[in-house]
Every structure is written in structure tokens, then in C-alpha cells.
């Protein structure tokens, strides 16, 4: 599909929503809510660390708040990604996603850098995010920052094409209980238990939740999940505060592939995961503080699939089982140097591992290290411009040191309108995996096949990125936007090659792309992409009952790597999103999310067309006895039609829930 086409497709359905959207709007005028309007653009944590304005921060940030979640209708935190401008969602089978920004989509998006309270859940091992595996629910958030773009002049590796900043609700901020249930078609079955309480200098929260469905249709993926967490934080004294966190998610997930006809039998993965986070803050002004924090987190994984594997005459079993952990010490000061001058400076050490027999070829961890430097500065050169410098030291284990950095200068040359341009450098690492892989299956001590194997170890990965971006608000009409055009130069992407073998079964072994004999998969930094795009968000509220969320983005893909048509084709053209959140009459609410990608093929998963998916949730708020307060709500998830956005042969169903939450 030509990127005109689908621009004017775009175009269209916005068009219809907004038909809509009056038609609502005309009706609902007279109803009244207590709401804060769009006077002030939100402040932000995750671009430099600093607190700033999203008109000083020197990266781009989106923020899907409290009530962007409600008002969605969403169940999961990978969809709620699609409100961002450029953010592509796939989901692999019922409990799977991938997400990622900028195109570049794989199955595991490496490239990203995913935080729950400054505590890193990428895996080491693959570098992706087990979504399922998240122990917090989405009650539990207060926010989610997003940065659309690389950042590892703050957060270091896999912040290469983004960073997702999770900050949950702090205890101190509600008290009292809230229930949560939810019910729905294809097995949709949810539950969720939340309590915070305390007084005085000590307050907690603590929340368990219990899920299950049935996944895909005609595809065993179905899933059973549980999650526990709690937070606690005392207040010592007027200046230092220590904070405790800590979570466990344990279930059992199906698995089975049926691409192209055939299928890796149907089995269970079963998954415990946990975690436990401390940090001491010590803050003496808002721009005098410092804070150290220790986490540890580890998740195991069994799995096991039996297959029929010429020429052996009985069944093979493979165990893709796998165990992974980290360790990690942070400390960050933030001080102000004058009335114009900010910074933040830091450090960490991260000791992370990981063992799998069928990925690593041993049952012993292999270990990976990494140690980081960091600062970050904010300098007012005159009243209204802005100049923001950041760099990141990184030495890793599995790779040569490096420097990141990044240099931003904001301009707001009239009030409410500001201009910012920046240049910046991040680099990714390779994961244990793309490290150290050695993946073979053996039959009586004879080398059947040899999938994987690294003889030499790759090189970090580069994106040097350029960007010029508008921000605009109008106060008195509620309304707030950004727009901005981006260029990045991305070299030494790791893609997997042929490396030289022999010994394995002939029947069985990879054959040299060149016909020169046995291969098996190595990673080598083989791929260079330039990605040239724009992209907008829109934040309008015109009427106290009315709140309208519009984004959406445009890329351009260029490459001279000899698979560039793939690398192409994992960029659509265009995505958008728009989100209604309408207040009616006698308490009920509407809301309403449209999005929309362009045609392109994740790797690993199938060619898709450009496809829109449509939810509505309809909700009645209502006061219970004591003060008490309640809502009953309606959902329907993929309401225009059923959508592939993975696999090619399989899709989501329109699934439609009935949803009660009380807080008492």
C-alpha cells in the first residue's frame, strides 16, 4: 500500500470519529464534571531525570494517565502503548506481545528500554519484556512516561528506541480498598484485590489479582496468571524516606504454533517470577535530593514440547526450559547548582545471568555485568531558553565500553509555544543470548543439529538520531499539542547469519546460504536502516464533559543491507490513534479508541495489510452508602472487527466484558 493511500485512510477514519464525536457532543453539553482542563502540560521524570516540563525536556514524552487507562477500556499495558504516536503492538498468541516504536518490529523488541518504578524488566537473556510476567495491575498505575526515542543518555542500554518509564501509585496517595471484576467472553475471567492503609510515617499498599482466558481461537493458548504485590514507604524524618517494594506473578500459559499448516504440538509453560526493590531517598529541596536503591529479580520458565525428528524412530523431547536473574545497585544526586543551572549525576552496577540448556548449551548461569556512569545537566541561558546536555558511560561484559550522549536546546519564543532541536548517540549491547548462544539438540552424545552458535562476539549496535519538534498549548481553549520531524542513522543492527558447522546430521543441518556445506545461526552486526519520520499528538478538551486524544505518525525507510526489503517492510508507513473520553448525563461515561497501522510485516510474523481496531466502553458511576463509590461498565475490544497484528493466520476475537469496581 502506497504511503499516500494510507494516509488519506487515516484521514477518513478520523473523519468518521469526529462526525461522531460532535453528534456527542451536541447531546452532552449540559452535563458538568469536576475537571483540572489542559491548562498545564504534565511534568515528566523520564527524559533527563530531572523533573521538567515536557516543554524543557530534551526528548519527546508522551504521558497515559489514570484516567486515559479507564476511559480505554484496555486490559493490558502493551495495548495501551498504541495512544503513543509511533508505537507498534503485535501479539504473538492469547498471553504474547511484542511492542516496540519507530518500526524495526521483532517478536522480542530489544530496543527498548521497559521501567516499573526505576527497576529494569527487560530479560537478559532475550533482551524483550515478558508482559504477562508484570507483577502490577493497571489500577496500580498512576502513569505511564513514554519516550519516543533513544534516551541512553539517561537510562543507558535498551533505551535505543525508547524508554517506558511505569510509575505505580504511591501508597500515600489513597486509602481504603478497591475491588476490581471483570468477566467476558472467550474464558475472560479477572479479578483484583487492592488495600492500602497506614497512618503517620509508615503507609503501604498492597494488591492480588487473578486472571485467566481462553487465548486465540483454535490455538491452545490459554493462561492462568496470578500476581502479588506490595509497597510500603516510611517516612524517617522530614527529609529521608525509605521504600520497599516487592512482587511475585506465578501461572501457566499454553503454547502451540500453527504457521503454515503445521503445528509444534500444543503444551503448558509454566512461569514464577519475583522481585524485591529498596531505596532510600534523602530530599532536602526539590532540586536537592539524592537516592541509592537495590533490586533483585528473577523469573524461571519450563517448558517442554515432543515431536516426532527424522531419522530418529522414537519421539524427541526438547525442554526449553530457562531461569534468569538480576542484581542491581543504582545511586543518582540531583542538585542545583544556581538559579539557572541543574543536574543530575549517578551510577550503577547490574550483575545479571541466565542458564538454558537448549539456548546457552548448559545447565551452569552465564553471567553478563554491565557498570554505568551518568549525568545530566539543565542550563537556563536566558529566561525562556533552555539547554540540556546528558552522557551515559557504559562497560559491559558481553561488549566494548561506550559513551552515549545528547545535546537538546529548547526555545519558547513566545509563552505557551516552544521550539526544541536535539542530536544524540545511544547504543545497545547484546544480550546473553546474541553473546553466548549455543543451541543444539543431541541424541546419545551425536550432534543431531546445531540451531545457534557465536564464535565471535558481536559489536554494540548505533542510532544517532536528529529531531526538530514544536510544542504548543492554548489555555483558555483547553488545547495542547506537539509536532515534531526526526531523522535516524541506525548501523550495526544484529541480524541473524550463517556461520560454519559441520558434524551435525545431514538430514537435519542448515545448509550455507553460499551451498558451501553445514551452517548453523550466528548474530552479526549486518543491518543498517535510516528512518526518517514525523509525528503529532493532540490533548483537547472544549468542553469540562470532554476529553479528545489524537496522535499518530509517518516513516520513511531507506537501507542498503542486502535483506532491505525485510527491514522496510518492519516500518509501516503511517499509524494513528484517537481516544474519546466523554462525561453523559446521570453518571455514565463513554469512551471510545480508534487506531490504525499501515501495511508491514513484523520479523518473524507475516505480511499484514493496514487494519484499524475500534473499542468502546460504556460505564455508570455511582455513589454506594458511607460515602462509598462504584462503577459498572460495558467493554467491547476489537468492536469493528477481528484484526491480525502478528500472525497472518490468526487474530483476536471481538471479546466484550462486563466490568464492576467499587472503592469502599
Given amino acids: 500500500m502506497s504511503i499516500s493511500r494510507g494516509v488519506n485512510m487515516a484521514k477518513k477514519s478520523v473523519a468518521i470519529a469526529g462526525v461522531g464525536f460532535f453528534m456527542l457532543i451536541v447531546s452532552c453539553q449540559a452535563a458538568t464534571v469536576d475537571d483540572d482542563g489542559l491548562d498545564n502540560l504534565p511534568v515528566v521524570l523520564s527524559a533527563s531525570r530531572l523533573r521538567q516540563s515536557v516543554y524543557e525536556a530534551p526528548a519527546p514524552v508522551s504521558v497515559i494517565d489514570q484516567r486515559m487507562i479507564k476511559s480505554s477500556g484496555l486490559r493490558t499495558i502493551p495495548e495501551l502503548l498504541r495512544l503513543v504516536p509511533g508505537f507498534l503492538v503485535g501479539q504473538l498468541n492469547g498471553s504474547t506481545f511484542s511492542a516496540t516504536n519507530q518500526g524495526l518490529a521483532d517478536g522480542y523488541s530489544r530496543q527498548m528500554q521497559v521501567l516499573i518504578d526505576g527497576r529494569s524488566i527487560y530479560s537478559p537473556l532475550f533482551g524483550g519484556v515478558n508482559w504477562a510476567d508484570i507483577p502490577i495491575t493497571l489500577s496500580d498505575i498512576e502513569r505511564i512516561e513514554v519516550v519516543r526515542g533513544p534516551n541512553a543518555a539517561s537510562f543507558g542500554a535498551n533505551s535505543f528506541l525508547g524508554v517506558i518509564n511505569i510509575i505505580t501509585r504511591e501508597p500515600g496517595a489513597e486509602q481504603g480498598n478497591h475491588f476490581e471484576w471483570i468477566q467476558g467472553d472467550e474464558g475472560v ?377 525485510s527491514l522496510i517492510l518492519q516500518s509501516p508507513s503511517f499509524t494513528s490513534s484517537f481516544l474519546l473520553d466523554q462525561t453523559l448525563p446521570w453518571g455514565w461515561q463513554l469512551g471510545v479508541g480508534i487506531y490504525r497501522v499501515g501495511a508491514m510485516k513484523w520479523a518473524g510474523g507475516d505480511y499484514l495489510p493496514s487494519y484499524s481496531k475500534a473499542d468502546i466502553k460504556l460505564g455508570y458511576r455511582f455513589t454506594l452508602p458511607e460515602g462509598n463509590s462504584a462503577e459498572v461498565s460495558w467493554v467491547t475490544e476489537n468492536a469493528s472487527r477481528p484484526i491480525a497484528d502478528f500472525w497472518g493466520y490468526i487474530k483476536p476475537s471481538q471479546i466484550s466484558t462486563l466490568r464492576l469496581s467499587v472503592e469502599f
Avoid at 278 to 302: G, K, L, P, V
Avoid at 489 to 498: E, F, H, P
Fill in 189 to 565: 475471567s479477572e479479578f483484583t484485590l487492592r488495600h492500602a492503609g497506614g497512618d503517620g510515617p509508615m503507609r503501604y499498599r498492597t494488591t492480588v489479582s487473578q486472571s485467566s482466558d481462553n487465548g486465540f481461537r483454535d490455538l491452545y493458548d490459554s493462561q492462568r496468571t496470578g500476581k502479588a504485590n506490595f509497597r510500603s514507604e516510611l517516612q524517617i524524618d522530614s527529609v529521608n524516606q525509605l521504600q520497599f517494594q516487592a512482587g511475585y506473578v506465578g501461572g501457566v500459559r499454553g503454547q502451540q504454533s500453527i504457521k503454515g499448516g503445521a503445528t509444534d504440538g500444543p503444551r503448558d509453560r509454566s512461569i514464577n517470577s519475583a522481585f524485591a526493590q529498596m531505596r532510600w531517598t534523602q530530599r532536602n529541596a526539590t532540586d536537592d535530593e539524592w537516592w541509592i536503591q537495590y533490586f533483585h529479580d528473577e523469573r524461571s520458565a519450563s517448558e517442554k514440547i515432543v515431536f516426532p525428528l527424522q531419522p530418529l524412530t522414537n519421539a524427541y523431547t526438547i525442554s526449553y526450559d530457562m531461569d534468569t536473574r538480576r542484581d542491581d545497585i543504582e545511586l543518582q544526586r540531583t542538585i542545583a547548582l544556581s538559579d539557572d543551572v541543574r543536574m543530575t549525576w549517578g551510577g550503577q552496577v547490574r550483575w545479571d545471568a541466565a542458564r538454558s540448556m537448549t539456548y546457552l548449551g548448559t545447565n551452569a548461569w552465564v553471567p553478563s555485568s554491565l557498570e554505568r556512569l551518568f549525568t545530566n545537566m539543565e542550563w537556563r541561558v536566558f529566561s525562556r531558553v533552555s539547554l540540556n546536555m546528558g552522557l551515559m558511560y557504559e562497560r559491559s561484559s558481553l561488549a566494548a565500553a561506550n559513551y552515549s550522549p545528547r545535546v537538546a536546546v529548547n526555545w519558547e519564543f513566545v509563552p505557551h509555544h516552544s521550539l526544541r532541536v536535539s542530536w544524540g548517540k545511544a547504543e545497545r549491547t547484546p544480550t546473553i543470548l546474541e553473546a553466548k548462544a549455543n543451541s543444539a539438540f543431541y541424541w546419545n552424545g551425536t550432534l543431531l543439529k546445531q540451531n545457534f552458535s557465536v564464535p565471535t562476539t558481536a559489536k554494540t549496535e548505533l542510532n544517532e538520531t536528529r529531531e526538530f519538534a514544536y510544542l504548543g498549548e492554548m489555555p483558555d481553549w483547553h488545547l495542547s499539542w506537539e509536532a515534531r520531524g526526526f531523522s535516524s542513522k541506525i548501523t550495526g543492527l544484529l541480524a541473524t547469519a550463517d556461520t560454519p558447522f559441520p558434524g551435525q546430521v545431514n538430514s537435519l543441518a542448515r545448509q550455507c546460504s553460499n551451498g558451501s556445506g553445514q551452517c548453523s545461526l550466528t548474530f552479526a552486526n549486518a543491518d543498517n536502516v535510516n528512518l526518517s519520520g514525523a509525528d503529532y499528538t493532540f490533548r483537547w478538551s472544549p468542553f469540562d464533559t470532554t476529553r479528545l486524544y489524537f496522535s499518530g505518525s509517518d516513516l520513511w525507510v531507506d537501507s542498503t543491507s542486502t535483506n532491505h526489503s
